[in-house]
Nanobody, 124 residues
Framework: QVQLVESGGGSVQAGGSLRLSCRAS???????MAWFRQAPGKEREGVAS????????YYGDSVKGRFTISRANAKNTLYLQMNSLKPEDTAMYYC??????????????????WGQGTQVTVSS
């Protein structure tokens, strides 16, 4: 069983940066991992995913060039560096771990374990 706890959310002005962290209770080195987000009244959206070793990363179109996903397996920690934040990035951000073969598509169904989320609010 893997438990995930996100941190690093907060309020920031447009153009600012935040770094989210996701700490796992167990070893997650064999899991693909990802970040998702969900804004009020909207469906959950895949933000970024990363391979087990960290060599391969994928991003949703809305965050390409602004967000960077990374992981430190020795620390059982996943990161999301968010730069050039926009008001439309406002959402609850969730980290997830899974073994789905289509993990690179950043779809919820490929991930088995989820954190409780951390809120990101970007003001204009």
């Amino acid at each position: 069983q893997v438990q995930l706890v996100e941190s690093g959310g907060g309020s920031v002005q447009a153009g600012g940066s935040l770094r989210l962290s996701c700490r796992a209770s167990g070893y997650t080195g064999s899991y693909y991992m990802a970040w998702f987000r969900q804004a009020p009244g909207k469906e959950r959206e895949g933000v970024a995913s990363i391979s087990t070793g960290g060599a391969a990363t994928y991003y949703g179109d809305s965050v390409k060039g602004r967000f960077t996903i990374s992981r430190a397996n020795a620390k059982n920690t996943l990161y999301l560096q968010m730069n050039s934040l926009k008001p439309e990035d406002t959402a609850m951000y969730y980290c997830a771990a899974g073994l789905g073969s289509s993990w690179w598509r950043i779809r919820s169904l490929d991930y088995n374990y989820w954190g409780q989320g951390t809120q990101v609010t970007v003001s204009s």
